[in-house]
Structures are given as structure tokens and as C-alpha cells.
T-cell receptor
Framework: GENVEQHPSTLSVQEGDSAVIKCTYS??????FPWYKQELGKGPQLIID?????GEKKDQRIAVTLNKTAKHFSLHITETQPEDSAVYFC???????????FGDGTTLTVKP | DGGITQSPKYLFRKEGQNVTLSCEQN?????MYWYRQDPGQGLRLIYY???????QKGDIAEGYSVSREKKESFPLTVTSAQKNPTAFYLC????????????FGPGTRLTVL
């Protein structure tokens, strides 16, 4: 089955700096890679996603890059703000198979 | 969390009792999922259902059961066979038209005393 590894497990940055979280996956059939943000005591919310036919996608301060050959994808947050502090999860999915595999999460702390 | 309701937010049960967690959606999404989340860990799939009256086991189905009698509802029963049931349980839905993208409910925190 699919295996997703996420690094780092914790990340602390100063407000205004950039943050990068990386994930690797094992199943070459995976073709959909979402990123979720989870605030304390709440359900995860999708913040950005990328499909395997695209190498990069950007939405304001958030971007995701995908390297299919190396089987890794990354989340980039620029100009971080204290409200970006949360747990971030990556996932990989073969959209023909029905289920996603999640990374273990990264706790991001943005210090004012 | 939009149109996904999980109730209650906090649930306490005595060891050895079965308990059913509710998940209701008004998004008209075809697929529904149950995940378990433990502190410092990712989401682990318990069961999922892509259509009414059909469901599949996920990675950690032992000690759990589900039903999907209606499109809107996907209840999860935590049985006494589940060795360590205390956890945060998340329900998610997925529309057929946007394969892959999942929408999560607010979660239920179950504590077994």
C-alpha cells in the first residue's frame, strides 16, 4: 500500500519568514496530493492541492510543488503570520482507488 | 466543516460499552469516510463508503462497524472489541465530481473511562 512520510514534525519560524514542509510517497499510482490545515480541536481544512499532471500550484502565500520522478511534494508558505500556526497534513491518493494516505503532520508555530 | 455534522463533540463511555458516533452531511457527496486521530499522529482510515449500502474496511477496521443506509448518514460504532478506543474521530465526505478532495467534519472526541 501507499506510505507517506512527512518532515519536519515540528517547525518554528519568525513572523514574515517562509516555511517549507516536505512529503514523500511510495506508490507511483498516486495522482492527487492535498494539503490540509488543522487548528486545535477542529477538523482538517483543505488549503491547496495538486494533481500529477501539474508541477506547481500557487494560491496567494501558499504554493505546492510536485516532483513525480522523485515521488515528493512540498508545501511552501511565504510571509508567515501568527494565524498560520496549526498542524499541517499532506496526503497522497490514487483517485481510482478510493482512499487517501496521510502523513503524520507538521506542527507549525509562527512567532510574532 | 460546512454541511457535515458530527455529534456530540465530546463523548464519554465506560469500558466495555458499545458507542455509536454520528456523521450527517447535506452536501450530496457520494463518498464518506471515518478516520481516527491520536495525539501527534496522522489520520488513519477506519472505514469508507463510496455508495449507499456499500462500504470497505480501511487500515484499522478491527473493533469498529459502520452502516450506509442513506446517502446523508454514515454512523460509526465503536465496539467493546476495540482495545484502545479513546481518540479523536473525524468524518469526511468526497464529491464524485471532484475526485480526491475531501471535506472534514468538526470531529468527536471519544473518551472511554
Amino acid at each position: 500500500g501507499e506510505n507517506v512520510e512527512q518532515h519536519p514534525s515540528t517547525l518554528s519560524v519568525q513572523e514574515g519568514d517562509s516555511a517549507v514542509i516536505k512529503c514523500t510517497y511510495s506508490d507511483s499510482a498516486s495522482n492527487y496530493f492535498p494539503w490540509y490545515k488543522q487548528e486545535l480541536g477542529k477538523g482538517p481544512q483543505l488549503i491547496i492541492d495538486i494533481r500529477s499532471n501539474v508541477g506547481e500550484k500557487k494560491d496567494q502565500r501558499i504554493a505546492v510543488t510536485l516532483n513525480k520522478t522523485a515521488k515528493h511534494f512540498s508545501l511552501h508558505i511565504t510571509e508567515t503570520q501568527p494565524e498560520d500556526s496549526a498542524v499541517y497534513f499532506c496526503a497522497a491518493k490514487d483517485t481510482n482507488a478510493g482512499k487517501s494516505t496521510f502523513g503524520d503532520g507538521t506542527t507549525l508555530t509562527v512567532k510574532p | 466543516d460546512g454541511g457535515i455534522t458530527q455529534s456530540p463533540k465530546y463523548l464519554f463511555r465506560k469500558e466495555g460499552q458499545n458507542v455509536t458516533l454520528s456523521c450527517e452531511q447535506n452536501l450530496n457527496h457520494d463518498a464518506m469516510y471515518w478516520y481516527r486521530q491520536d495525539p501527534g499522529q496522522g489520520l488513519r482510515l477506519i472505514y469508507y463508503s463510496q455508495i449507499v449500502n456499500d462500504f470497505q474496511k480501511g487500515d484499522i477496521a478491527e473493533g469498529y462497524s459502520v452502516s450506509r443506509e442513506k446517502k446523508e448518514s454514515f454512523p460509526l460504532t465503536v465496539t467493546s472489541a476495540q482495545k484502545n478506543p479513546t481518540a479523536f474521530y473525524l468524518c469526511a465526505t468526497q464529491p464524485r465530481a471532484r475526485r480526491g478532495e475531501q471535506f472534514f467534519g468538526p470531529g468527536t472526541r471519544l473518551t472511554v473511562l
